[in-house]
């Protein structure tokens, strides 16, 4: 069995535009204060850059400073605000990149599962609007549909990661070796097959969760978005979401290079089209109901112990 679900999407905007025009997206006057710095895994302050007050450098340019030199230059940390309602959704700023993301979304809470993406990203902005960005409801429009019309005006599509999930774990287990040889990047139990490291087009990678059970993650960025139309707007539901994008997974799921495990799984992938919230959706109408699916409640439940634990 395949399952299709997915974990995160993210938006971007400018703080000043580079169309030109110069207009600003306008933050609070204490939005520092109301901002973490970033720190990395290791513990370690994210500084993206460093600024003379003329110029700025990257921070491999700086350590090749000298001493003196690099006296005069001042770092420029990566900073984050966590809305407090939304679990797993941030605002992150970085130079001039603002970047707005919600992660987990099928896996953090039924309720998020079902609920549109859209949506969530909004309510994420509007929270954030009285902390980091100027507030103001001019023609006295409702707050939230100011902060919709400053959403949509400003922010654009940025990453969505649509996943597939193995259920079957001895093909995972096939498919994984299988595509070994030809993975750009390899980890004990990674394999990047696409676009490791990179921002731009789709980056596709294979991973082991728990439970046996394997990942393939297609991180779809804006040349797809451009080619399908799709704007924050239609990212709704996450069934909307994946219809939207089931045709470009095909098209990466066709590329894959192995063996038999690897077509069989390009059949079944082709073949079913289980989306993770319609399952769930099957299952708690089925509980109402008193009637079961035979074998899908034992895979949700072990599903869902392996991404709790991921």
């Known amino acids: 069995m395949i399952i299709q679900a997915d974990d995160k999407i993210e938006l971007i905007t400018e703080k000043t535009r580079t169309d030109g025009t110069g207009g600003k997206i306008g933050l609070s006057e204490n939005w520092r204060d109301e901002t973490d710095?970033?720190?990395?895994?290791?513990?370690?302050?994210?500084?993206?850059?460093?600024?003379?007050?003329?110029?700025?450098?990257?921070?491999?340019?700086?350590?090749?400073?000298?001493?003196e030199d690099s006296l005069s230059y001042k770092p420029c940390k990566e900073r984050i605000f966590r809305p407090y309602t939304i679990p797993?959704?941030?605002?992150?700023?970085?130079?001039?990149?603002?970047?707005?993301?919600?992660?987990?979304?099928?896996?953090?809470?039924e309720e998020m599962l079902f609920s549109s993406r859209y949506r969530k990203l909004l309510e994420t902005f509007h929270e954030a609007r009285t902390n980091v960005f100027e507030y103001s409801t001019k023609g006295g429009n409702r707050p939230i549909e100011a902060?919709?019309?400053?959403?949509?005006?400003w922010f654009?599509?940025?990453?969505?990661?649509?996943?597939?999930?193995?259920?079957?774990?001895?093909?995972?287990?096939?498919?994984?070796?299988?595509?070994?040889?030809?993975a750009r990047k390899i980890y004990e139990t990674t394999l990047y097959l696409k676009g490791a490291g990179e921002k731009q087009g789709k980056t596709v990678k294979?991973?082991?969760?728990?439970?046996?059970?394997?990942?393939?993650?297609?991180?779809?960025?804006?040349?797809?978005f451009k080619k399908l139309g799709l704007d924050i707007r239609k990212m709704t539901h996450q069934e909307?979401?994946?219809?939207?994008?089931?045709?470009?997974?095909?098209?990466?799921?066709?590329?894959?290079k192995g063996g038999p495990a690897v077509k069989q799984l390009?059949?079944?992938?082709?073949?079913?089209?289980?989306?993770?919230?319609?399952?769930?959706?099957?299952?708690?109408?089925?509980?109402?109901?008193?009637?079961?699916?035979?074998?899908?409640?034992?895979?949700?439940?072990?599903?869902?112990r392996a991404l709790v634990k991921q």
Not at 44 to 54: L, Q
Not at 90 to 98: A, E, T
Not at 240 to 256: F, P
Request: some cysteine; hydrophobic content about 35%; charged content about 30%.
């Open 37 to 67: 710095i970033v720190h990395d895994e290791n513990g370690k302050e994210v500084i993206y850059s460093y600024w003379n007050g003329e110029k700025f450098i990257s921070p491999d340019a700086y350590k090749a400073l000298s001493y």
């Open 88 to 109: 797993h959704s941030s605002i992150r700023f970085r130079g001039n990149s603002i970047y707005l993301h919600i992660g987990k979304m099928s896996f953090q809470s």
């Open 147 to 153: 902060s919709r019309r400053k959403l949509l005006n």
């Open 156 to 182: 654009r599509l940025y990453e969505y990661e649509y996943d597939i999930l193995i259920m079957d774990k001895e093909l995972g287990r096939k498919v994984f070796e299988e595509m070994r040889p030809s």
């Open 206 to 224: 294979m991973y082991l969760l728990q439970e046996g059970i394997f990942k393939i993650e297609i991180t779809f960025r804006k040349d797809t």
């Open 240 to 256: 909307n979401c994946i219809e939207y994008l089931r045709h470009e997974a095909i098209g990466e799921i066709m590329k894959l």
């Open 266 to 304: 390009q059949f079944n992938f082709v073949a079913e089209n289980n989306i993770l919230a319609r399952i769930i959706k099957l299952e708690n109408d089925s509980q109402r109901t008193e009637q079961r699916f035979a074998g899908i409640e034992n895979e949700l439940k072990e599903l869902r």
